[in-house]
T-cell receptor, first 117, second 112 residues
Framework: AQKVTQTQTSISVVEKTTVTMDCVYE???????LFWYKQTASGEIVFLIR??????ENATVGHYSLNFQKPKSSIGLIITATQIEDSAVYFC??????????????FGIGTLLSVKP | EAAVTQSPRNKVAVTGGKVTLSCNQT?????MYWYRQDTGHGLRLIHY???????EKGDIPDGYKASRPSQENFSLILELATPSQTSVYFC???????????FGPGTRLLVL
């Protein structure tokens, strides 16, 4: 069965530094999609960035980037130059297009990021 | 801009009562999803739909029904609400070709 694991419950950093959040996944399929979502204090869930498993290049969007290590089934989220407003819960998710889950997303339990002045 | 709305935003229900949560999307997406969010579990899929008239069971469908009367609307129905269904419920929409799901603001449900 598919599974997404985020082992870091919470992380605290000082603003303007770089933070990495870990995520490992399990799937039997060779092709899949990986996502990171952000949930703000208000509860809003926002899509941040995605990685297609067949792409070797790490995805980058603004100050978000991914560290995709396929042999390790790992997809880390890197936030550079963190800002106070980056404080949120970050969810890793996986979509398996060919497995029994169809188009569904499987989510990790989230990592709480606190960015302090 | 993509828009997914949910109503009500907050709901208090009694055990054994019927609860209907509504979701509307203006993205013209084929796929819609209902998740619940609980501490320690993250987001878990309850039901989803590939289009008007279709509903599919997700990972935790027991105690829930879903209805997709149109492209825009997707409802989650709790026929006999129980306290264990106290949670925050999120609706999302996504295009068949794209992978990104867009989430609504959530509905906080308390079953007493």
């Amino acid at each position: 069965a598919q599974k997404v694991t985020q082992t870091q419950t919470s992380i605290s950093v000082v603003e303007k530094t770089t933070v990495t959040m870990d995520c490992v996944y399990e799937t039997r399929d060779s092709s899949y999609f990986l996502f990171w979502y952000k949930q703000t204090a208000s509860g809003e869930i926002v899509f941040l960035i995605r990685q297609d498993s067949y792409k070797k290049e790490n995805a980058t969007v603004g100050h978000y980037s991914l560290n995709f290590q396929k042999p390790k089934s790992s997809i880390g989220l890197i936030i550079t130059a963190t800002q106070i407003e980056d404080s949120a819960v970050y969810f890793c998710a996986m979509r398996d297009p060919y497995g029994s889950s169809g188009n569904k997303l499987i989510f990790g339990i989230g990592t709480l990021l606190s960015v302090k002045p | 801009e993509a828009a997914v709305t949910q109503s009500p935003r907050n709901k208090v229900a009694v055990t054994g009562g019927k609860v209907t949560l509504s979701c509307n999307q203006t993205n013209n997406h084929n796929n819609m999803y209902w998740y619940r969010q609980d501490t320690g579990h993250g987001l878990r899929l309850i039901h989803y739909s590939y289009g008007a008239g279709s509903t599919e069971k997700g990972d935790i469908p027991d105690g829930y029904k879903a209805s997709r009367p149109s492209q825009e609307n997707f409802s989650l129905i709790l026929e006999l609400a129980t306290p264990s269904q106290t949670s925050v419920y999120f609706c999302a929409s996504g295009d068949t070709r794209q992978d990104t799901q867009y989430f609504g603001p959530g509905t906080r449900l308390l079953v007493l």
